[in-house]
């Protein structure tokens, strides 16, 4: 397995030509894309059929599925046959959401790892004090309270920032049990604290895999970069 292995590119801000003209570029060095709500918004099924097909790349269809679990069962039904890695839902949505989004992905979408999300890595501390009153020595605890419930429900891994991971590894310890750990939020070194765009909780790539991150979710660190052979050659060197 080589290091590239680990990483997801997020094909967000570009249309449809821009992706082709990207994945050209990237010249089959990246194994694993990642499409989001705004492909999928834009371009449907067809389009995860159309990438498959023209690259031969693993898809993770990052829908962040968040309803009901009526609703999340029939909506993941819906995407019978298409040929999925990953696929994601919010942990939020409750035991039950997670419950049938699992029954409904083993009907309809063989091989297809269901992966949770704990909390966006676009919020921080005033976020997560003005959406439900956590102070801030409450974070930890409600992470550790998802990242069970995941474990609980034998879901296959969490999407989760990766400064949140040493409080995953110590869920994992204490149920002898382990999640594939899925880590957005990440920069280079030298765009923290400049270039991070909308996120707040980031690390390096490097610093996530020491951190025990099973796969790296990057998007404009990559997609926007200048020279993309050189930001795939140097990932891990800083
Ligand atoms: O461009 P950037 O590297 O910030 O892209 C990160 C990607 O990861 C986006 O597609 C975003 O939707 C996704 N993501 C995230 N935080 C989560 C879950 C997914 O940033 N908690």
Redesign the pocket.
Known sequence: MSALDHVIV?L?NMNKNQIFEFLQKADNKIPTI?I?LEQFCNYGQDFVFEIREKHKLNIFL?L?LHDIPNTVHKAIASLNGLPLELLTIHLTGGARMIEEALIAARENLAGTKIIG??????LDQSDFKQLWGFEEEQIKGQFQRLIKLALDQSLHGI?C?PLELDWVKEIENAHDNNVLKVC???RFAHEIGKNQ???KRVMTPTEAMDKGADYL?????LTQCEDLVSGLKNLFSV
């Open positions: 997020a967000d990642k989001g990052d962040k999300v704990t909390y966006l890595t676009s999407v920032s957005p939020g990440i765009h909308d996120q979710v990057m998007g404009r660190s």
